[in-house]
């Protein structure tokens, strides 16, 4: 059954492509306008007994590969019936192959292109963005987020400097007393000068 797969994907939902089921629809009722529109309307509001009745007209009109066409296409329907018809909720879910070359494959298989595993789910999410037409609600989010962290650069800049620049000056601080009339006095000299070396002063709290 086209739906089996549904059993290897748990929560996955068979919806049946409508680019694939219009082709299909096109290839069988080429020749008869009318019931073209009315299969489709049928199948629109999900009505799988007036599908068989329109078929079933139709069959009996016409002859040879006309007939095998409408046998075919019925075949189709009841098989994929169930993607045809499944909930609303999964109306817009689901990939083409078309969706798939020109959105993703033809970028991310390149010739001599390799993706980790991590890289590829990234690159596949920017690429599905970006045919979303929502990848620049979050790349115009960059100035702004880049314009604060230059603030924050500048901030923690200044805060460096104007630290360096404190304990530069206190380094440049004098003792008074080290040149004043008491610079010869044993308590400046033997003990005040000593204290105030860098070696020793960087150890005083």
């Known amino acids: 059954m086209p739906d089996a797969t549904v059993d290897y994907f748990p929560g996955a939902v068979h919806v049946l492509d409508p680019y694939h089921l219009n082709r299909r629809l096109i290839e069988a009722f080429w020749h008869d ?19 068989e009745e329109i078929l079933g007209g139709v069959a009996r009109r016409v002859r040879g590969a006309k007939r095998r066409r ?13 993607g045809i018809v499944t909930s609303s909720a999964a109306e817009h879910l689901g990939a083409i192959e078309g969706q798939v070359q020109h959105n993703v494959a033809r970028r991310m298989k390149r010739l001599g292109a390799s993706w980790t595993e991590a890289g590829a789910d990234r690159m596949a999410r920017v690429l599905a963005a970006r045919a979303n037409g929502v990848l620049g609600k979050h790349t115009s989010r960059w100035p702004v987020l880049l314009a604060r962290q230059e603030h924050l650069a500048q901030a923690v800049r200044l805060e460096v400097k104007r630290k360096i620049e404190e304990a530069g000056s206190w380094h440049k601080a004098g003792l008074p007393a080290l040149r004043g009339p008491s610079a010869g006095a044993p308590w400046v000299k033997h003990v005040l000068r000593e204290l105030s070396r860098p070696s020793l002063s960087s150890l005083i709290p």
């Not at 409408?70 to 169930?82: A, R």
Request: aromatic fraction near 18%; glycine fraction near 4%.
């Open 70 to 82: 409408i046998e075919k296409l019925w075949q189709y329907l009841k098989e994929n019936w169930s």
């Open 33 to 51: 306008e009318e019931a073209y529109s009315r299969i489709r309307q049928a199948i629109y509001l999900g009505d799988w007994e007036k599908v």
